[in-house]
């Protein structure tokens, strides 16, 4: 059964106390935060403002809402009313002006408090922020949703929004021993985000557990329907084989197939399915729609500020510039049919569930990169909802993450019965 309050924990003025000391201490070596001002000061003086005007809200504990006092961190291409949106790049902020986004106000609404912008790959896309992963500072904590990852694994924070388009969250969940939930498609609004690819770009939730996440995901997702406890029953769980586990590396694997193993063990239905044959094309159709929608996006910032995008960025933007309307559009309609496929394969398997490893391995070494989002591909591509779970340790001791994903617009039957999933592998530690 899902709870239905996250505790913030004491007075206002002590709340913020603690949340800000906690930050100055823990971020100096994590960097999951963009800085506000040249001290912590501005942070503290405007929190205590932003949690003050929160009680003034809601003086009554009764009628408080299920986010009340608790601090959120957000991702820095969202925008947020009084900070400023950078996208991880050297452009002016004010480029980026314009009305706080709708998940952002969903937040406000339901009594949150915005701790601060997290920081992200440039642009939400491959080039890397400063941020050290939480587990092992030498290792990356995957991207582009970095800072928002390191940050609820830090516990800086219980909550912190990111984006995925391709693997932005459930990567960075899996290298940082977090939960990492991206609901379906366009479930939350991505108005006032600062867009990569629009058909593929979603807004998802990091926490401590699928519970949390299921709190947030409930502020946050349009039309949200609680599981009742009548419709609650352990789901069939899916296997993807083929050349698509394949693509993991060999810790990954056989950490997965242990996992596998244990779930059965534990009276998960499990069947194994012969899928995505034709992997490599489809990867093919992501990227053309992503790299292009991508030029698109930056069309009237790259010929004015190119000189300042990253290099990755730039190869980014320069690709999608070379892919034609036509093959554009030829991708959308391969998308479309991949969508039906797979909706049919999960069908006629009777699969509630799928589940694979989260990413290739555990969190690479060195920060140069954000990893491989091979994992997450398929199931972005199809715009699924995907949960990454931790589960388990590397050999280095590094986490390692249980992807579970479901059909388009079960997220609140995936939350739910993933809990269970979660018990059985226990909760993450640091």
């Known amino acids: 059964m899902q709870t239905t309050t996250i505790e913030a924990s004491g007075s206002p003025s002590a709340t913020v106390d603690m949340l800000c000391d906690r930050l100055d201490e823990t971020d100096r070596a994590i960097h999951a935060f963009v800085a506000e001002s040249e001290t912590s000061a501005a942070r ?41 949106t950078r996208g991880g790049s050297a452009l002016p902020p004010e480029v980026f002006e314009g009305r706080q986004a709708g998940a952002v106000d969903r937040l406000r609404n339901a009594g949150a408090l915005i701790a601060g912008k997290t920081v992200t790959a440039e642009f939400a896309m491959t080039a890397p922020g400063p941020t050290r992963n939480p587990r092992a500072h030498d290792h990356t904590p995957g991207g582009s949703s970095s800072g928002s990852a390191a940050a609820v ?13 391709v693997g932005s969250m459930i990567r960075p969940a899996a290298y940082c021993g977090v939960v ?3 609901p379906t498609a366009r479930r939350i609004p991505i108005d006032g985000v600062i867009a990569n690819a629009p058909t593929l770009d979603t807004i998802g939730v990091f926490a401590a557990t699928t519970a949390a996440a299921a709190i947030a995901a409930a502020v946050l997702c349009d039309g949200w329907q609680p599981v009742r406890d009548a419709e609650v029953k352990r789901p069939v769980l899916g296997v993807p084989d083929g050349p698509y586990l394949e693509q993991a590396g060999t810790e990954a694997r056989a950490a997965f197939e242990a996992q596998v193993a244990a779930l059965s063990n534990a009276g998960f239905p499990v069947h194994r ?3 995505f044959a034709d992997l490599a094309h489809d990867a093919e159709d992501l990227h053309t729609v992503n790299r292009y929608e991508a030029a698109q996006s930056h069309a009237a910032w790259f010929p004015r500020y190119g000189a300042l995008y990253r290099q990755q960025s730039v190869a ?11 093959q554009y559009e030829r991708g959308l309609r391969r998308r479309e049919a991949f969508r039906t496929s797979l909706a049919q394969t999960t069908d006629e398997a009777d699969v509630d569930v799928w589940i694979s490893p989260a990413a290739t391995g555990p969190a690479p070494h060195g920060l140069a990169s954000t990893g491989s989002s091979v994992m997450c591909l398929p199931w972005s591509y199809a715009g699924w909802p995907s949960l990454s779970i931790p589960a388990g340790r590397a050999g280095n001791g590094l986490p390692l993450g249980l992807q579970c994903v479901s059909v388009a617009g079960s997220d609140e039957r995936l939350l739910d019965s993933s809990q269970a999933i979660e018990a059985l592998f226990g909760p993450a530690d640091c």
Not at 60 to 73: C, D, E, K, Q, T
Not at 153 to 165: C, E, F, N, R, Y
Not at 318 to 326: D, F, K, L, P, T
């Open 44 to 84: 503290r003086e405007r929190l205590r403002r932003e949690l003050r005007s929160i009680h003034e809200r809601w003086p009554v504990a009764a009628s408080r809402p299920p986010l009340f006092g608790v601090p959120v961190a957000v991702k820095d291409i969202v925008r947020v009313d009084g900070l400023p």
């Open 153 to 165: 694994a830090a516990s800086m924070v219980p909550l912190a929004i990111g984006t995925q388009t």
């Open 180 to 182: 990492g939930f991206k």
């Open 273 to 275: 399915v012969p899928m």
């Open 316 to 326: 980014t933007v320069r690709q999608g510039q070379a892919i034609s309307q036509e």
